[in-house]
């Protein structure tokens, strides 16, 4: 039995003008870390809100370890632990009155589950009598994912918890996500975070509604169809212009220090293009083949649409 | 680059609450057309930091000029010489595209005349002719992006600070802003940027860190990366701020 199932999910708002999740399926199976990419408006909220019980669909199913989700909702809201993307806990309550209230209405005690939060809770323990509203945003995401965990849930959904996190903090996040895994913990996280992609088992990409595909990073990137380029040089945006105003280019978008390139006609074209390049005189020219990274596989599968 | 003049100058500049120092003797330039990129862990000092150089706040000791004028006594001439966007605030939503560039533009000193012709131009610019009288609220948040970018560039400033400007969007959104920026800084207007996205640190001319108020590290993200031996920003930047006593 997998954890999750979703099944042909239709979701609309405001009477059917918004369509915010299109005949979306896919299963999460028990024990996987498993990542919703896509920008803010793709329906991951949704997707969550759903999950949790909190939503009907339009039409469609979905089941959390078996239960369905509108029939045994109160089966599913035992089982799962929900971090929402905005910040959901008692502003005047301080952390240890939220972790407890917590554990109070899941019947449940801090010192029967501790073992799941302690790596957590003891970075925020020697604040335990501030009150939530005056955390700064690491401490409140760290609090509010030992509420989600204090009753020892079978499946874990945080929707977006690393959102204007600096870096540092979402590595240490994402390591936290690796041991309760190890725990046996089902997760499903969402981010806008392309990057955090290679630390999910597996991602479902997500694009207004409608999922544009589900694999591994692995399998997403070796079903790259195009052959790309890196290509800089002193003036980028010279560079840029000229490449955008190539015959043969098909795509050119800007990747961190570099552009990257697909031609038309694929490896045939670039000798060419090389020599185009260079015709145009640019000071420090670098060409050369580069494996593509999520980005380019999300950007492609979004023109495809 | 190296001939052009310094848009930003800070030499020293420090700014304390109480015994806490936010920034901590901090020293740099901007010149003019580069796209700095001003990065730091939550609570490293970097918004303490843009609030000085935008005019809003006084520092304690230290120097500053941000396009010409001391941060000390000429802020208000600072604040006509700048623009600002950030993703949390950037339009009115129940006003209109073409209220909202007039609005701005009223409130960076345009005449009435100049509002209208710039908003005009700007519409057209953007492609946006058909949704001039809609609602930003309707508009999707890439082109409220791109219209709030826009907008902070009207009155023609020297520089523009981008408060974590592209949280959100799809990637192709993304790399349409990032052509806005190239080619804004083209045009030889400076671009400060914070971002907590590490391959948005790669394409700034050059990175500055900060860690516990003070700079820790400032080059190109090429120098920066042989420097600390990584093959990314992100390395570079988890290694400088690993360590850092202060969070948030």
């Known amino acids: 039995m997998p954890a999750i199932s979703v099944n042909n999910i239709i979701k609309t708002y405001d009477k059917g003008n918004i369509l915010a999740l299109d005949k979306v399926s896919f299963d999460v199976q028990q024990g996987e870390l498993f990542g919703l990419i896509g920008a803010d408006g793709a329906g991951k909220t949704t997707l969550f809100r759903l999950l949790t019980t909190l939503l009907l669909p339009d039409s469609g199913t979905a089941q959390v370890l078996g239960f369905d989700t509108v029939k045994d909702f109160w089966a599913i809201r035992k089982i799962v632990g929900y971090m929402p993307g905005k910040f959901a806990l008692y502003q005047d309550l301080s952390i240890i009155e939220n972790l407890e209230f917590f554990a109070t209405v899941f019947n449940t005690t801090i010192a029967q589950n501790y073992h799941l939060i302690e790596d957590i809770y003891v970075q925020i323990a020697p604040f335990k009598d501030r009150l939530a509203g005056k955390l700064s945003g690491g401490m409140k995401q760290k609090l509010a994912l030992c509420c989600a965990l204090i009753h020892e849930p079978k499946v874990l959904l945080l929707d977006e918890p690393t959102t204007g996190v600096d870096p540092v903090s979402r590595k240490e996040f994402w390591d936290m996500l690796d041991r309760l895994r190890a725990r046996g913990i089902t997760i499903v996280v969402s981010t806008p975070y392309m990057d955090e992609a290679l630390r999910c088992d597996r991602i479902a990409l997500i694009q207004k509604g409608r999922i544009l595909d589900i694999d591994t990073v692995e399998g997403i990137l070796a079903k790259y169809p195009k052959r790309l380029y890196a290509v800089r040089s002193e003036n980028m945006f010279r560079l840029l212009s000229d490449l955008r105003q190539y015959s043969q280019t098909d795509t050119c978008f800007a990747f961190g220090e570099y552009l990257h390139l697909s031609l038309k006609n694929g490896e045939a074209d670039a000798p060419a293009t090389e020599a185009y390049l260079q015709s145009r005189q640019h000071a420090q020219l670098s060409f050369k083949p580069v494996a593509p990274t999520i980005e380019d596989a999300f950007i492609e599968l979004m023109q495809a649409q | ?248």
């Open chain 2, 1 to 248: 680059m190296t001939d052009l003049p310094n848009v930003i100058e800070t030499e020293a500049l420090t700014r304390r609450f109480g015994d806490f120092v936010a920034v901590n003797s901090i020293s740099f330039q901007v010149k003019a057309g580069e796209i700095f990129g001003f990065l730091g862990a939550n609570g490293a000092g970097k918004t303490t930091a843009m609030r000085i150089l935008c005019g809003l706040l006084s520092p304690t000791s230290g120097k500053a000029r941000v396009a010409g004028y001391d941060v000390y006594t000429e802020s208000e001439s600072i604040k006509q010489q700048i623009g600002y966007m950030s993703q949390k605030f950037s339009l009115y939503e129940n006003l209109t595209v073409r209220e909202n560039i007039r609005f701005f533009g009223g409130i960076y000193g345009l005449s009435a005349a100049e509002q209208k012709r710039k908003s005009d131009e700007l519409i057209t610019r953007l492609g946006l002719s058909h949704e001039a009288n809609k609602l930003v609220g309707s508009l999707p948040i890439g082109w409220r992006q791109k219209i709030s970018f826009s907008t902070a560039l009207l009155h023609q400033p020297k520089i523009v600070f981008l408060d974590e400007p592209t949280g959100g969007v799809d990637p192709i959104t993304r790399r349409q802003f990032r052509d806005m920026i190239y080619e804004t800084a083209h045009s030889g207007i400076s671009i400060f940027v914070t971002t907590h996205y590490m391959d948005e640190a790669e394409y700034c001319d050059r990175v500055s860190i900060m860690v516990d108020g003070a700079i820790a590290a400032l080059d190109t993200p090429d120098r920066l990366k042989q420097q600390f031996v990584a093959n990314s920003m992100d390395s570079v930047f988890l290694q400088l701020a690993r360590h850092a006593r202060r969070n948030e």
